[in-house]
């Protein structure tokens, strides 16, 4: 081993050291990251605060469970322009500004953007190509920390001094989105009809409008089935 390979494998081994023990200090679990993308288990509450520990001998990363926190994953190093641009993702997202990266490369277009989930948000933990090259990722996904790149003002914040994620972002991991636009789905003839929700559809509005006769009954039986709007 020569002394420009023990001098990096002893930064690596102080970088890995404090990078854990500031993570740890910040309220987040930790696990280690391997080349081949493996980590230790961590889905039962599991974390790794000791770095002398054999698991993070071959790590290459430091992977922070996100658990309450979301994080915006912006990989324009990887895009060749083919994503939005970093200043049109505030008023897409009804902000004035976004946070201030927690981690970014040297070239400042791989950003790591934390954001905090509310409390009983019940939500899927990823939606990876929300955007293309941007994924939004929370509970037990990870965000990795690298060797070489910048941990902004030195440490990441804790969970409660991150800014409220919004609304987008809340949508974007909703285990079922809803839009404005009326859709339609069958219901089985067992489902009473809301009639209510039926006449409050633009087009059944308009049947009501022109002069027929329909009757409730007719309606709640066509093809033994009826169309209510969701």
């Known amino acids: 081993m020569n002394s420009l390979t023990a001098g990096r494998n002893a930064d690596l081994s102080i970088w890995f050291s404090e990078t854990v023990c500031m993570v740890h200090q910040q309220g987040y679990r930790v696990t280690p990251v391997y080349k081949d993308g493996r980590t230790e288990r961590y889905a039962n509450g599991q974390t790794y605060p000791d770095c002398s520990a054999p698991e993070w001998e071959k790590a290459i990363a430091v992977g ?24 049109a993702l505030p008023p897409m997202m009804g902000l004035d500004s976004l946070p201030q990266p927690v981690q970014e490369n040297t070239d400042g277009d791989s950003l790591h953007f934390l954001f905090r989930r509310p409390e009983g948000f019940q939500c899927k933990a990823s939606n990876d190509g929300w ?10 996904q990870l965000m990795h920390l690298k060797p070489g790149k910048i941990v902004n003002d030195s440490e990441l914040p804790r969970l409660a001094e991150l800014p409220p994620a919004p609304p987008m972002l809340l949508d974007a991991l909703a285990s079922k ?20 929700r039926l006449l409050s559809c633009p087009i059944f509005a308009a049947l009501f409008r022109t002069p027929c006769k ?17």
Do not use: E
């Not at 955007?131 to 037990?140: E, F, S, Y």
């Not at 989105?177 to 209510?196: E, G, T, V």
């Open 177 to 196: 989105s809803f839009d404005a636009a009326p859709r339609f789905r069958y219901a089985p003839r067992s489902q009473p009809l809301n009639l209510i």
């Open 64 to 87: 922070v469970v996100l658990d309450g926190a979301i994080l915006l994953d912006y990989d324009g190093n990887k895009a060749q322009g083919d994503i939005t641009p970093l200043d």
């Open 214 to 230: 329909l009757s409730v009954r007719n309606m709640n039986t066509y093809s033994g089935q009826h169309v209510i709007p969701i």
């Open 131 to 140: 955007l293309p090259h941007i994924d939004v990722k929370t509970g037990n």
